[in-house]
């Protein structure tokens, strides 16, 4: 990719910069409420660090971070840092309060399951095999100390970018007040209201289908004032074979997709991470999606 | 998960995340924006030397959520001109009076009597609130009120959806009922009954008003034949009782010699108390590459001896660019006509119904037309539609043709 | 009245039956989700000439139900 394409773009709009660079495979937007342009981009080059820093450290797909070392360790210890023991503490802990359906070993699931057009669904037997070497339950986390078994994998790709809207928030949010909205590809957060009092207006794209026959607004519009949203969504990557159609969101636990699922889920709440674990969780409860969500009692949009 | 257990796992993931990270937000502030859908139109309608309508419509629709919607319609019609009113034209010049009773107007020899009293202007407002039941079905209430100088009209409709095999079929059922009340200007004449021929002289009264109560049922199925195919099928009753007669509407009886007869050469008009009618509709969408055309056929009959075809097609033409389109609309009309519809009448053979308003008579309606229509946008299109219309006799009565031209202009946008 | 009521119910129960297998799949909308495609995707222009043809004609109905009345006809 060349030098300028990676590079940050600021454009100034009425009351607002917006600043805007590509990383994790998606494009990344900052907002600012400020007339004062170096801010604005002091602000943007602090967000493009940290989510590059992020996506760097975090990425499965590539050869020299703490998660390569982690997958290659054929059973050994590691030792990890703070910033991802805190991770893999956290995960264990949404391990624990879904009872398994989040997962971040579940990632070898994907040798299975291409969702890259092909119509090939995996016979029950390799999944079966599979599922071997999935459950956080067989880890051996005893911080700072990891031991995989050898064969299993982590993917903390389920969470690494809702955790870099939060953690670019965090720093963001000591050097400025103002108003700011930091959204990595449809995960987003805001920090607080504008001078307005209104939010930020935001789109979640709306799949091009859905049960019903009405004609849809391609993007369902939000206000949002303070919080995180993180949508969960089916509707691109899928394989139909037989007349059924197999969503790309896979139960840990069966190793199959999951019935019923949604098109997509938007969820809100606190921070970006905790809304992008919600989303993903009522994803997983298929049919039941929204009576989860009714519990969580947060504000959420279903699309089926 | 179990949702029996349903506990709020919330509170604990948002302590746990707030320990994973630093500065989170106090609370969640996020809705959604739901638009209004705005819809206005203008239709112009002009007949050759008959009635000219002006009719300002604006609508608008929101969804509420959760598949709720509400919706709600108002329009305004002005009509001016003249109308037939039932009487042939004869070789003299003939006079007539207004409704009113207090003016008389005159038609020249030769020509079809068109009077201009008609003139008004009509105010109709209606709601329409869709909510689902369930999750395959769904209801819409609908009530609407219309009201103008001599008629006004009240009603209430509701209906159910219901969506069977994957949501491929939609059973509907509806019924609607309505109240109109007719207070002529001039008051209500008894049918049959001589109309005056000089100003100041009074009618027959009936009544001061009537009205009439309409109950309509309807049955429907839709099913997706394939990803671009839609077909709808319906079957309407209705059920009129009451008034039913038009209390402006005149015939001409003949004497022997085919003139006007010399005394009571015109009487009001009679129509039936009661009228059960029936349809049966048929209608299919299709999608070509991206061209849609959608084509429509009823069959109508009614025991006061009317039946008739519509048949109706139209043909969404994409232009280049996908941004506008071109449709060409054809519409086909035949109707047969009612038992008691006569041309005009003869002495001493006054049925015990009868009206000449060729609305009722053999005749056929043919309609070509074009729509421009430029979208601007998600919801946001402006049109303009010009079609001619064509009305002639088609059995025995001579009344001569009626042709119209419609000229719509329509606007509509997310608020 | 009655028998009308009772024949439409068995025809469209008929109807129903046999439309049973035909149909598309959720992830098959697409098309069927455009305005364009709807069973009355032009609202106003429909209802402008529903008043004319009422008007001007002694059918009525057919497609829906209801509307109200006028004294036009």
Not at chain 1, 57 to 81: A, C, L, P
Not at chain 2, 344 to 366: E, F, H, K
Not at chain 3, 34 to 44: A, E, H, N, T
Request: aromatic share 10%; proline share 4%.
């Amino acid at each position: 990719m060349p030098p300028a394409a990676q590079a940050l773009q600021v454009e100034q709009h009425d009351d607002y910069f917006c600043c805007r660079f590509q990383a994790m495979a998606s494009p990344c937007e900052i907002l600012i409420e400020t007339a004062d342009r170096q801010l604005a981009g002091q602000l943007g080059q602090l967000a493009r660090d940290e989510a590059v820093r992020i996506e760097h450290k975090f990425s499965r797909y590539r050869d020299d971070n703490i998660v390569h070392q982690i997958n290659h360790s054929h059973g050994t210890m590691v030792e990890v840092d703070d910033e991802t023991a805190d991770l893999l503490d956290y995960a264990g802990f949404c391990y624990e309060l879904s009872e398994g359906l989040f997962d971040i070993s579940s990632g070898v699931l994907g040798q299975a399951w291409r969702f890259d057009g092909h119509t090939a669904v995996p016979d029950s037997a390799s999944i079966k095999q599979l599922l071997c070497y999935i459950g956080w339950d067989k880890v051996n986390w005893s911080r700072p100390w990891l031991a995989l078994n050898d064969g299993m994998q982590i993917d903390l790709g389920g969470i690494g970018k809702e955790y870099a809207v939060d953690r670019v928030a965090g720093l963001v949010q000591q050097q400025t007040d103002c108003s700011v909205l930091i959204n990595f590809g449809g995960d987003l957060y805001s920090s607080r209201a504008r001078q307005t009092g209104k939010g930020w207006h935001i789109g979640i794209e709306q799949p091009e289908y859905t049960q019903s026959n009405k004609p849809m607004l391609a993007n369902k519009l939000l206000e949002i004032s303070s919080g995180g949203l993180a949508t969960s969504g089916d509707a691109r990557r899928h394989i139909i074979k037989d007349g059924q159609r197999y969503g790309h969101i896979l139960n840990p636990l069966t190793g199959w997709p999951v019935v019923g699922a949604p098109c997509s889920v938007s969820v809100a709440a606190a921070s970006c991470t905790e809304a992008g674990i919600l989303a993903t969780l009522a994803m997983l409860q298929g049919e039941q999606a929204e009576a989860f969500l009714d519990t969580q009692q947060v504000p959420y949009w279903v699309v089926r | 998960m179990q949702l029996n257990k349903s506990k709020s796992i919330r509170q604990l993931l948002t302590a746990a995340t707030s320990t994973l990270l630093a500065g989170t937000a106090q609370h969640v502030m996020a809705e959604e924006k739901i638009p209004w859908q705005v819809d206005s139109a203008f239709l112009y309608y002009a007949e050759k030397d008959r009635v000219t309508v002006l009719e300002p419509v604006a609508a608008v629709r929101k969804d509420l959520g959760d598949d709720e919607f509400i919706g709600v319609r108002l329009v305004f019609d002005s009509m001016s001109g003249a109308s037939p009113n039932g009487a042939i034209p004869t070789d003299t010049a003939q006079t007539f009076t207004t409704p009113s009773g207090n003016s008389t107007f005159t038609t020249p020899a030769g020509e079809t009597p068109l009077d201009d009293s008609y003139q008004d202007v009509r105010a109709a407002l209606s709601g329409e609130w869709e909510t689902p039941l369930d999750e395959h079905l769904k209801t819409v209430i609908g009530a609407n009120y219309s009201t103008e100088r001599d008629y006004s009209s009240v009603g209430l409709s509701a209906n159910l959806a219901w969506d069977l095999n994957k949501r491929n079929t939609t059973l509907t059922t509806g019924i609607s009922m309505s109240h109109d009340q007719v207070s002529a200007v001039g008051y209500i004449p008894v049918g049959l009954t001589a109309v005056p021929t000089q100003s100041g002289v009074q009618k027959s009264l009936q009544s001061m008003e009537e009205s009439k109560d309409i109950k309509e049922l309807l049955f429907g199925i839709t099913q997706v034949i394939d990803p671009k195919t839609l077909l709808q099928f319906n079957i309407t009753l209705a059920d009129e009782q009451g008034y039913l007669t038009d209390p402006y509407k005149i015939l001409s009886v003949l004497d022997n010699n085919g003139q006007l007869r010399a005394n009571d050469p015109y009487i009001y008009e009679k129509r039936p108390d009661s009228r059960r009618r029936q349809a049966v509709y048929l209608k299919a969408n299709h999608q070509f590459n991206t061209d849609v055309v959608q084509a429509s056929y009823r069959y109508y009959q009614d025991d006061w001896g009317i039946s008739s075809h519509t048949l109706n097609l139209h043909y969404r033409y994409e232009l280049v660019g996908g941004r506008h389109y071109l449709q060409p609309h054809v519409r086909y009309y035949i109707q047969d006509k009612a038992d008691f519809y006569h041309y005009s009448l003869q002495d001493n053979n006054i049925p015990t119904y009868a009206s000449a308003d060729y609305r009722l008579g053999d005749m056929s309606t043919t309609t070509l037309g074009l729509k421009y229509g430029l979208v601007l946008g998600e919801f946001h299109e402006f049109g303009a539609r010009l079609e001619s219309m064509k009305q002639q006799a088609e059995g025995d009565a001579p009344f001569p043709d009626n042709t119209a031209i419609i000229f719509q202009l329509n606007y509509s946008f997310l608020y | 009245m009655k028998h009308m009521v009772l024949l439409t119910l068995l025809l469209l129960s008929i109807l129903q039956t046999a439309c049973s297998s035909m149909g598309v799949e959720p992830w098959q909308r697409g098309h069927l989700a455009k305005q364009k495609m709807q069973l009355d995707p032009y609202p106003i222009d429909a209802f402008l000439d529903e008043h004319i043809y009422f008007s001007k004609e002694s059918s009525k109905g057919g497609s829906g139900l209801g509307g109200g009345g006028c004294g036009c006809n």
